[in-house]
């Protein structure tokens, strides 16, 4: 969880498949230490930034996840 986020943070997730990848990752990685529900919020958040391919915008991904 911690790299991803990271990678994040650093911008590695430029384009719309690899922020989408990014955050089904963190979602599965938060409910599997049984975190979800503590940061609902800022995974919703991270779902929308994702939520129209043609409207991504990685500088909006990074900013949301960089909230960690």
């Known amino acids: 969880l911690d790299q991803v986020v990271a990678m994040g943070q650093r911008g590695d997730f430029r384009d719309y498949v690899s922020a989408e990848q990014a955050v089904m990752a963190v ?9 979800r529900e503590a940061r609902n919020t800022w995974v919703d958040s991270l779902y929308e930034t994702v939520a129209e391919e043609d409207a991504f915008d990685p500088y909006a991904f990074k900013d949301v996840i960089g909230r960690f």
Request: no cysteine; aromatic share 0%.
């Open 27 to 35: 979602d599965v990685l938060l409910n599997a230490l049984e975190q």
